[in-house]
């Protein structure tokens, strides 16, 4: 309703609208808009002889920028950015399998290794009762003092030590393995559910460092992500870009229009197609100044360079990662090498100085020495074999074909 009065105060003009509509909206690919819109106006004013009078319109109303939000690649660009978005969510929950496999595989060797352990401490004890039973027949022969059967009897009580450490490595191994695996949700207490079959390896495996590179570089899903992201950023500049400029508008409507006195003629004369009402123009605006257009576009354009930038450093990470994964497997085969050959040589040791016990040329006590580097050679070498699987492992991931190897695939 709209009122004009005059100096006076007298009603100079009184209009009264009342408009219902049904209104349908379609987007179009290339940024502009079609309205398809059917209303009914009831005006009752001073001015007019017939009061009410309404009037029918049936539009087709076609909007199109032509500069600003001009363009299918700028109409689909949220779209495309939201694709990316689903993707790098994709890459990011693939790392983290990664990492999930990793620690599942690391602990896997570390359980080989507890339990290889528990075997080595567990010989060794049976070698200390031995020696206890060796001792105490040679104490009713006169052969040893009884000093020695306190000898083997104080071994025996460490070697016993070391079996129970040993006993629960394993334990607490199997249920970080069976946490990790999500086990004990499905069987409860998983101790003793869990058995190693796949044994470590032992041969020298030679990587070139440079295929390492270029697979870590191909494979690792960071590197992915942080692309995704570039070009995310990419787009979001082109898209502040399109914002600074004007604005210019095509708006076109054309529709047949019915005007009567009685609500249902109006739409009479709607439908006998004879009136038409048609509307052509350009509308173009250029905001003041556009600060806020300029601003956002200033801001996409810092944050593309600093999606470079943080790419660049992924990237050198990575190459660290690799290089430091090389070195590692190296070192630890190295190692290998190392143990196998000490723990060759304590066996030896123990051979000659076991003879030269029943000899009577060696003590008790230098026997347990030993037989306790033997233990410790073992051990030691369990360790190295051990290291390297998880250090194979961990090149794996760094080169990102950890899944791969596995064969372990995720499906979208």
Same mark, same amino acid.
Request: charged share 25%.
């Given at each position: 309703?709209?009122? =004009? ?65 001009? %363009? ?39 359980? !080989? ?50 079996? !129970?450490? &040993? ?27 869990? /058995? ?7 041969? =020298?495996?030679? /990587? ?32 502040? =870009? ?10 076109? !409507? ?18 006998? %197609? ?70 060759? /040589? ?29 233990? !410790? &050679? ?35």
């Amino acid at each position: 309703m709209s009122i =004009e009065t005059g100096l006076t105060g007298e009603s100079l003009f009184e209009q009264k609208d009342l408009q219902i509509g049904l209104g349908w909206k379609k987007p179009l690919r290339w940024g502009g808009t079609t309205d398809l819109t059917l209303t009914q106006q009831k005006t009752n004013s001073s001015f007019q002889r017939t009061n009410p009078t309404y009037q029918a319109n049936l539009a087709v109303k076609w909007t199109q920028p032509l500069l600003q939000g001009f %363009g299918e690649k700028i109409k689909q660009a949220p779209l495309v950015i939201a694709k990316r978005q689903f993707d790098i969510s994709l890459l990011t929950f693939r790392t983290r399998i990664m990492d999930i496999v990793f620690k599942i595989v690391s602990l896997y060797w570390e359980l !080989i290794f507890q339990t290889d352990n528990l075997v080595v401490q567990q010989n060794s004890l049976n070698l200390a009762r031995q020696l206890l039973e060796l001792n105490q027949t040679k104490v009713k022969l006169g052969l040893l003092a009884p000093i020695e059967i306190l000898v083997a009897e104080s071994t025996i009580a460490s070697r016993e030590d070391a079996v !129970i450490i &040993a006993e629960k490595g394993v334990r607490d191994v199997e249920d970080q393995l069976g946490n990790v695996m999500g086990m004990q949700k499905t069987f409860g207490h998983v101790s003793g559910e869990i /058995l190693p079959t796949d044994r470590p390896v032992s041969d =020298e495996i030679r /990587l070139d460092p440079n295929d390492l590179l270029a697979d870590a570089l191909k494979n690792r899903p960071e590197i992915a992500a942080a692309e995704y992201h570039i070009e995310n950023g990419i787009t979001s500049v082109e898209i502040a =870009e399109n914002q600074v400029r004007p604005s210019l508008d095509f708006v076109g !409507i054309i529709g047949p229009t019915g005007l009567s006195g009685q609500f249902g003629s109006s739409f009479d004369q709607l439908a006998s %197609g004879d009136f038409y009402r048609w509307e052509a123009g350009l509308l173009f605006s250029v905001p003041i100044g556009n600060k806020a257009a300029t601003a956002a576009l200033r801001k996409e354009k810092a944050g593309q360079q600093k999606l470079r930038i943080e790419k660049e450093r992924l990237i050198s990470q990575i190459q660290l990662e690799v290089r430091e994964g090389d070195r590692r497997v190296k070192s630890d085969f190295a190692r290998t090498v190392a143990t196998r050959r000490a723990l060759t /040589l304590s066996k030896k040791q123990l051979s000659a100085g076991t003879e030269r016990f029943h000899l009577g040329l060696l003590s008790s006590h230098d026997l347990i020495e030993f037989q306790n580097d033997v233990a !410790i &050679a073992e051990g030691n070498a369990l360790r190295a074999i051990i290291d390297y699987n998880k250090s194979l492992a961990n090149l794996n991931r760094v080169d990102g074909t950890l899944l791969q190897k596995y064969q372990i695939d995720m499906v979208k």
